[in-house]
């Protein structure tokens, strides 16, 4: 079936599309978002930019007989993952359990999946990716627990995902920790990103997936209203100084790399898988990983087979 076949026919599940970034290095895959909006309040989100009321999470109608109809279409084994723009486990999962029941779904049909999330609440559903091809992506920007109250006041705290990594590990499901974004000023000292890699090598992840903040002019805004005194030193790296590329404001270049040989340097110091994310550097990651994180779930499906 052709893509543009299968765009057309299909509810909620959608073709990965890397909102038209030459720098994306994803492999082919579709998304999931079982909720509209997420609660986790993050101040560099970029989905907020383009989901009315985005910080009011609410499930999707109709999402569970939707998924159905679409699993039926999609090509056998294909990569699903959960989620590219609302987080999987915002705080309404906790209640509603609407992204368990979809994983069940998924993995029942024997489709390969990829969870994104910077919530702890994944380990309650590891029962469910152990009995598939499956692989975790944890986002943790910060190890200190007052600065991510600020910079991302509704999600779980670092300690809690550090300790999600450890589980997930520890039970054999691959996880990726996503240093993700590396905001100038703010958790970008070499000191800060050492602590989150050596942590998270620790408690068993595989890789260390990173990108520099791109800024949009609401999560620009959101964050100089918090931190005032770096508000407008941001400001002037990324409308004076960086560069335009399709709708986000890049950092300068050898700024960007800069802090991608960094977090590269500190990732092969503690023996882990390195790549980063949509910033033109892809001769950087480790051979043969994908930034997604992706690839675990198939080499696990792989040894499974054996």
């Not at 990569?79 to 609407?98: C, M, Q, R």
């Not at 190890?143 to 550090?162: C, F, I, M, Q």
């Not at 691959?174 to 590396?182: A, E, K, N, S």
Request: with cysteine.
């Amino acid at each position: 079936m052709s893509p543009r076949i299968l765009r057309q026919g299909l509810r909620v599940v959608r073709l990965f599309d890397p909102w038209g970034s030459p720098y994306c290095t994803c492999p082919l895959k579709f998304t999931l978002n079982p909720y509209t909006g997420c609660g986790h309040g993050c101040l560099y989100c970029y989905a907020r930019s383009y989901i009315r009321g985005f910080s009011r999470p609410r499930p999707k109608a109709r999402l569970l007989r939707d998924l159905l109809h679409d699993l039926r279409l999609l090509p056998k084994g294909a990569l699903i993952e959960l989620s590219a723009s609302s987080d999987p486990y915002t705080p309404p999962e906790a209640v509603l359990g609407l992204t368990r029941k979809a994983l069940r779904y998924i993995a029942s049909r024997g489709f390969r999946i990829l969870v994104v999330t910077k919530s702890d609440l994944v380990v309650r559903d590891a029962d469910i990716l152990l009995r598939a091809e499956a692989s975790v992506a944890i986002t943790i920007t910060t190890l200190d627990d007052s600065l991510a109250r600020k910079l991302e006041p509704g999600a779980p705290s670092p300690t809690a995902r550090v300790e999600a990594v450890e589980k997930l590990s520890r039970l054999g499901i691959p996880v990726t920790v996503r240093l993700d974004p590396i905001i100038p000023y703010v958790n970008d000292s070499k000191e800060s990103i050492e602590e989150v890699v050596a942590r998270v090598a620790e408690a068993g992840a595989l890789q260390i997936t990173t990108s520099t903040y791109k800024a949009r002019p609401d999560s620009l805004r959101m964050l100089s209203e918090v931190f005032p005194d770096e508000g407008a030193k941001l400001r002037e790296l990324y409308i004076g100084k960086g560069v335009k590329t399709h709708g986000y404001y890049y950092l300068p270049p050898e700024l960007r790399l800069h802090y991608i040989l960094m977090v590269r340097e500190t990732a092969f110091k503690y023996g882990l898988a390195f790549a980063s994310c949509r910033e033109g550097f892809k001769f950087l990651n480790t051979p043969g990983i994908h930034c997604d994180g992706s690839l675990y779930a198939y080499l696990r499906g792989c040894e499974e087979r054996k």
